[in-house]
């Protein structure tokens, strides 16, 4: 980003109309004083919302600077609400806030946050950045949605199967709604909608779906054609788009439908159904599931009406010839067998990019998809977690997916820096600035020039230090102590933290501006104990790691040992699982890891071994057996690899047992 607050020329500024909404006098004139300097037109002052509403109605202002305390019932966090109804960019100027009121503020996505005092420089900044990011995101809004306007249509176009189309339309979707499975379906004029007319993707790895159609269905569900008929039809013939979070969702799953049956089959926990007419009648409707709670909101439903004229045509073709010029299909059945598998990358690292990274749980997968999306850009990234989950490999990652890849990717652990040494660590120093300072001294981020510098543990920053950050970001410019001039610095900032920022902002250990700046796009990631999926993978990655470095040829571990594992509750994460796998790689003499050591007083009580002198009946041992198999296989039961050709039975026969003996979700045993 060019900032230009000191380029901008007055007629430029003169065009921008912008209003104050601060109920303290003189702070508000101030504020004037400093827009009207700068050639800004203030089109004026308002001290409550409902006088801010009357000027907005009349003058129509480009931006909004708000305080979020006002006079009267209402905040500037309701106003926010409106503004952004109205696609009024607008900056919050707040003193720090409490944790509540600073997680209602953000809510409203704000473009800015000035936090008092501030200086005539600070005000400048933040409405530059503020247009910029304002006039920016609109504009790769609609790109984004023309390119998949484009995309959908050319797909359609592409001489290949019905199942490939749609396996590939819902690729397209997947950055702009979120799922872990999606059906597609048709309902003809006079027919209730059916199984064989719908075909689902269940998302397994990042870049791979297994296909399920209505016979993949019945091996699933153990139900029978036409106890699935009578599902199906009860799905509405038209309707509007609708939305269920995680409560509303439990609701409409009371009763038998066809959404309670993938909720239940497939651990679903939110849903967005959007219904789309055929221009022959007839109606195609789109169902998309997810683990998350809140995946789907009205900006989903939004989407779909701005792409909802280019979609009946596309979708009518696929109807009319599916084959893309072979032989017809009828719509949504599965010509392909019950293990199909579209994979386009290995389950356990997902791509290239993310090696390293072990796991295919929903909750990675959500991460590696926050990762390609903002690799591309020069957003800052906020990488939030517990310790040991492997934050700095997330920042690894979204270098090396950058344009950024070819150049340096400096770490600076701000946690391990003495207060005293931070700031030449950061900035550097010239010769003779301090006692000591012999020689001039290149900081992290010159070394990082035209690169990424990646700031862990940011929470442990001081507050002063925090400043001069803020400044780097903001202005991107950096003064080395001792120095006259700035000097400007062309790099991108990833930072990382274990601490609840919202929190040190309310208690003021952590400046909200500067946390503003870095929470553009935060990245979460899961601890271990909620994403116990991932252990049998992460199991292997390091058993064959730490066998190359010991130069051992270990198997796995016994089934005591997995049932421990799974039942623990890891506090130190993955970097916990790793330590205590590398001990017992160098204590085992077999190959296989037949015991291990949990701590005490974290160990959660674990039936791994029967009752004293008691002998497990055949079912018991089955159950066990299954459940071993189910876990190596990371719950998959069907197709190559999956747990029906482990154990050389049909995939019906393994469905049914499971049913007789109580194995619902192998990861809930």
């Not at 019905?162 to 819902?170: R, T, V």
């Not at 893309?324 to 990019?353: E, F, Q, Y």
């Not at 005293?420 to 660590?425: N, Y």
């Not at 120095?483 to 909200?512: C, D």
Request: proline share 6%; charged share 25%; glycine share 8%.
């Amino acid at each position: 980003m060019n900032l230009r607050s000191h380029s901008l020329n007055g007629e430029a500024r003169s065009k921008e109309k912008i209003l104050i909404v601060e109920d303290q006098f003189v702070e508000a004139n101030d504020l004037r004083m400093i827009l009207e300097k700068a050639g800004y037109a203030v089109c004026g002052i308002a001290r409550s919302v409902p006088k801010a509403l009357e000027i907005l109605k009349e003058e129509k202002p480009g931006l909004v600077l708000l305080d979020i305390f006002l006079k009267g019932k209402l905040t500037g966090i309701d106003l926010a609400r409106h503004l952004r109804e109205e696609n009024i960019a607008f900056v919050y100027i707040s003193a720090n806030s409490n944790e509540d009121i600073l997680a209602a503020a953000k809510a409203t996505e704000p473009y800015g946050f000035l936090v008092k005092p501030f200086r005539e420089k600070d005000v400048l900044v933040a409405l530059e950045i503020a247009r910029y990011r304002h006039e920016h995101s609109l504009e790769s809004k609609f790109r984004r949605e023309a390119l998949l306007q484009k995309q959908i249509l050319r797909i359609m176009a592409e001489p290949i199967s019905g199942e490939q189309k749609w396996l590939k339309m819902g690729k397209a979707l997947q950055p702009y709604i979120p799922f872990e499975y999606m059906e597609l379906g048709f309902s003809t004029v006079g027919e209730p909608p059916s199984p064989v007319n719908a075909l689902g993707f269940l998302r397994i790895g990042f870049d791979e779906y297994q296909v399920i159609g209505a016979n993949e269905l019945m091996i699933i569900t153990n139900l029978k054609m036409h106890e699935l008929d009578a599902l199906y039809a009860g799905i509405p013939a038209d309707g509007e788009a609708a939305w269920y979070d995680e409560p509303a969702f439990k609701k409409i799953c009371r009763r038998p439908s066809v959404q309670k049956l993938i909720a239940d089959t497939f651990e679903m926990r939110s849903h967005f159904a959007q219904p789309l007419p055929l221009p022959k009648g007839g109606t195609c409707y789109f169902y998309f599931y997810s683990r998350r709670p809140d995946a789907y909101n009205a900006d989903h439903a939004a989407l779909f009406g701005r792409l909802r004229p280019s979609f009946p045509e596309s979708i009518s073709r696929v109807t009319r010839d599916p084959s893309g010029g072979g032989d017809p299909m009828t719509p949504g059945v599965s010509t392909a067998p019950a293990s199909s598998v579209v994979r386009t990358a290995p389950v356990s690292s997902a791509a290239p990019a993310f090696e390293g990274i072990i796991g295919s749980s929903h909750l990675l997968l959500n991460v590696f998809d926050q990762i390609t999306q903002v690799a591309c850009s020069d957003t800052s990234a906020l990488i939030l977690g517990e310790s040991g989950t492997g934050k700095e490999r997330i920042a690894d990652c979204i270098h090396r997916l950058s344009p950024r890849k070819g150049r340096a990717f400096v770490t600076v652990n701000c946690a391990t820096l003495p207060a005293t040494l931070i700031e030449s660590e950061l900035f550097g120093h010239e010769k003779g600035a301090f006692t000591g300072a012999t020689d001039r001294r290149i900081g992290k981020f010159e070394q990082a020039a035209e690169g990424t510098i990646f700031l862990d543990e940011i929470g442990e920053m001081p507050v002063e230090l925090q400043v001069k950050l803020l400044r780097v970001l903001q202005e991107k410019e950096i003064e080395r102590i001792g120095s006259v001039k700035p000097t400007r610095v062309n790099v991108r900032i990833i930072a990382a933290t274990n601490r609840n920022l919202e929190k040190e902002v309310a208690a003021g250990r952590f400046r909200l501006d500067l946390y503003y700046r870095l929470n553009v796009f935060p990245i979460v990631m899961p601890p271990l104990r909620e994403r116990k999926e991932d252990i049998p993978l992460l199991l292997d990655h390091f058993i064959n790691c730490y066998n190359r470095k010991a130069g051992k040829k270990i198997t796995g571990v016994s089934e005591k040992v997995l049932r421990s594992l799974m039942a623990y509750n890891w506090p130190g994460n993955i970097r916990e699982l790793e330590h205590l796998i590398e001990r017992s790689v160098l204590l085992t003499k077999g190959s296989l890891i037949e015991d291990i050591s949990l701590p005490l007083a974290q160990r959660r009580e674990v039936s791994a071994e029967p009752e004293e002198g008691r002998i497990k009946t055949i079912h018991e041992n089955e159950r066990d057996h299954i459940i071993t198999v189910l876990r190596k296989c990371n719950g998959k039961i069907w197709g190559a690899g999956g747990a029906a050709e482990l154990l050389n039975v049909p995939p019906t026969t393994l469905s049914s047992k499971m049913k007789k003996l109580g194995i619902k979700r192998v990861y809930d045993q």
